[in-house]
């Protein structure tokens, strides 16, 4: 079994990129008429996240099926039953004056790729990616003006097969200890089918449907922002690396063709080429870049330099906290590793921007993790207005300077099924009993439509 390279034995770039320090000061307010008219807003779900019956309407199992339940049932063909919901909830937006911004794929793929070739791990899956595409873009097409192939692959290839901690839950030592896997070669394999998955589809967007359809296609990125530890230039090259690992790893390749030379440097040969016919397929390029932001943590060097776990971002060989000298980056949220530092959404953005040509944005999720408890308590979300009304500005700041960015979502509209959280953490503007399933909303929600409206908001007192 390939074990993992030796955070000391890699070699580290000669260059650095250097980002201006975008300062924020949280008396600042926001405003509707900051943004442009034409300026997206909205709400994020997924359906695995909020939908439930994950056995009603022929349905087939998930890999997140199988991850959270004992399996049963069938596999068959295109579902029809599923292709009728989404078109009466893509028409019932339409009618309710909400434009649609579908993503094809959130995590989950059905567990019969899995069993038949492993999934991400084959090539094969390319094909099958580019078949669902091509028969979404048929039936939901027509009304459908925003499309993105993937929601955050860069979580759940590293937790999936570099941690383990999502399905397949494949890894290896030091990273993991699965029963299967390659945590230092994996990894890489399903990027790089994940990367040409969205090629696939992308060029069969364009051959067939984008012309008539005059819609966009891209992708979403998780995208923590992190700053340097220290001014040493080992932890600014750490900055870079981080954000490589994390965030170029996906990007580059759909932008200039191949993986970004920080990994390069570190992995060598683990990472795949791109061949001429794949290289083709990627000058399709995108129509728009996706950022998942949340928070923001410092980095320090764990190449050169000793850390307390050099495991902590895989490969990358760096540590990632949110406290120095005794004190937090920012506010704390119910998840340990989320912070509240608005000035990261500018300091990320302006790395998109300069880094990607200032390809097209959209800020498709942004929002608070809230813990649970009593309904009377969660209901009084201020910390979540506080939270949407700083980063909104901070967003608004770095527009003005010329970034390209076209939306904004809030995660989430309602409380859901967060992941390995299950329903501890809660991101929802409505409160959803989970017993009842019955949506209150929270006072958040008031906010928002305020801000939305254009009328004045309030600062909620704590």
Known sequence: MRRATSCGSALALCTITILLSLSYSSSETVHRSQFP??????????????????LAGHKSLSNWDIFTHIPGGRYGEVNSAGIDYYNNLIDALLLAGIKPFVTLNHYDIPQELEDRYGSWLSSEIQQDFG???????????????????????????????????YPPARCSQPFGNCSAGDSALEPYIATHNVVLSHATAAEIYRNKYQEK?????????????????????????ARERAMAFQFAWFVDPLVYGDYPPEMRQVLGSRLPIF????????ETKLDFIGINHYTTQYVKDCMFSPCPNSLSYGEACVYLTGEKDGVYI???????????VPRGMEAMVTYVKERY?????????????QATGPESVVLHDTSRIAYLESYLAALSKVMRTGADVRGYF???????FEWLHGYLVRFGLYYVDFTTLQRTPKMSV???????SGEETQKPSM
Not at 136 to 159: H, L, S
Not at 363 to 368: A, C, F, P, Q, V
Request: contains cysteine.
């Open 213 to 237: 359809q005059r819609g966009m296609i891209g992708i979403v990125i998780s995208a923590h922002w992190y700053e340097p530890y220290s001014e040493t230039p080992v932890d600014r090259l």
């Open 37 to 54: 008219s034409s300026f997206l807003f909205g709400t994020a779900t997924s359906y695995y996240q909020v939908e439930g019956a994950y």
């Open 357 to 369: 040509n200032n390809t097209p944005m959209f800020i498709t999720e942004n929002g608070y993790a």
């Open 410 to 416: 809030t995660w989430s509209l309602l409380d859901n």
């Open 275 to 282: 061949s001429a016919e794949a290289r083709r397929k990627l």
């Open 330 to 340: 920012g506010n704390q949220t119910a998840l340990d590793d989320f912070f509240v």
């Open 131 to 165: 078949y669902f595409a091509d028969v979404c873009f048929e039936a939901f097409g027509d009304r459908v003006q925003y499309w993105t192939t993937f929601n955050e692959p860069n979580v759940f290839v590293y937790d999936g097969y570099l941690s383990g901690t």
């Open 446 to 452: 008031k906010w928002y439509k305020n801000f939305l």
